[in-house]
């Protein structure tokens, strides 16, 4: 009997998107349909989140690293010691991109001076040139000519193209005598300049009213590839 009184009834049907209609009993005379909705379990994941991952001890020296600017140079001291200098590798890089990201300039040229001090450390252009843009950005003018300071120091691999959206980057913000430095560099390091290089060299000095530097860097490229750069006034005239 009991067995009776528990009887469900049947399922009616199961439509494309998983909603299963069961006839309700109301009356001797019909029936009433009722539907149950049943969530298709993957659509509850959380969708796929791209961009920067910063675990929880990054995220905290972030956090610790700006307040302690606020309060001094002994405070910074300590988040440094007690914070920084424990992190491992990935979480030492991304607190210097998070900072660089949020136009942190001094805090981020301090951690990339801790970052130079560690056996892993590899120099890489890039990054070169984002401190250079948040250096500049910020005013930290003399931070950007120690940061190019370091470069004289480093042991860099052939990275022509790296090597153009630096002197395109020192040039955009007025640098002029340090692009003539990275150039030399550039070469030193056995980056052979392509024609975007002496494109960049070119405008970026005449924008910037530098003639004469200007002048000498066509008369090499004209030597460079034995003959009149025809690649520049081409590119000028796309512009």
Known sequence: MLSSLL??????????????????????????????TMR???????????GRYL????????????????DGRESLDRVFESKLRRLIKTDMVAVL????????GLLA???????????WYK??????????????????????????SFLKVEYLEPDTEGFNLLLKKLLEFGFTQLSMDCFRLMKLWESE????????LINGLDSKG????????????????GGPIDFLEEKEELV
Do not use: W
């Open 7 to 36: 009887r469900f009834p049947p399922l009616s049907y199961t439509n494309r998107r998983g909603e299963i209609s069961r006839p309700l009993p109301t009356s001797e005379k019909g029936k009433m349909f009722i539907t149950i």
């Open 40 to 50: 298709d379990r993957s659509k509850n994941r959380k969708p796929i989140q791209r």
């Open 55 to 70: 675990s929880i001890e990054a995220i905290q020296a972030v956090q610790s690293l700006k307040r302690a600017q606020v």
């Open 97 to 104: 991109k998070e900072l660089l990201n949020q136009e942190e």
């Open 109 to 119: 040229f301090q951690v990339f001076e801790e970052i130079r001090k560690e056996y």
């Open 123 to 148: 120099p890489q252009l890039l990054l070169y040139v984002d401190m250079i843009s948040v250096l500049a950005s910020s005013g930290l003018h003399e931070k950007v000519e120690k940061v190019c």
């Open 193 to 200: 300049p392509d024609e975007s290089t002496y494109s960049i």
């Open 210 to 225: 530098e003639k004469d530097l200007s002048f000498s860097v066509r008369l090499e490229a004209e030597n460079y590839f």
